[in-house]
């Protein structure tokens, strides 16, 4: 016979296992995403001659799927108390 308590363990051990699987996946999202060499330094005009601007210039935008997927992770995380 399954109690209130077995239940409620079977639903924590879901929701570590699911936010395992997610953070999984935005890690393979990550890696491919950044695998692209998305954001590259710059050197640019200063005030004059002698001064130069380095900057970190984005080229390709975030996968949205990755804010989505954070969102749900943060969300099914376990809280440790």
């Not at 395992?20 to 005009?45: C, D, H, M």
């Not at 130069?52 to 108390?81: K, N």
């Amino acid at each position: 016979m399954t109690t209130n308590a077995d239940r409620a363990l079977e639903v924590c051990r879901d929701r570590v296992a699911r936010s395992a699987e997610t953070r999984a996946t935005i890690g393979s999202i990550w890696n491919e995403y950044i695998g692209q060499v998305p954001r590259r330094f710059v050197l640019k005009a200063g005030r004059d001659d002698s001064h130069r601007i380095v900057a970190v210039e984005t080229f390709d935008r975030m996968p949205v799927r990755l804010s989505t997927l954070f969102g749900e992770w943060l969300l099914s995380a376990p809280v440790e108390s």
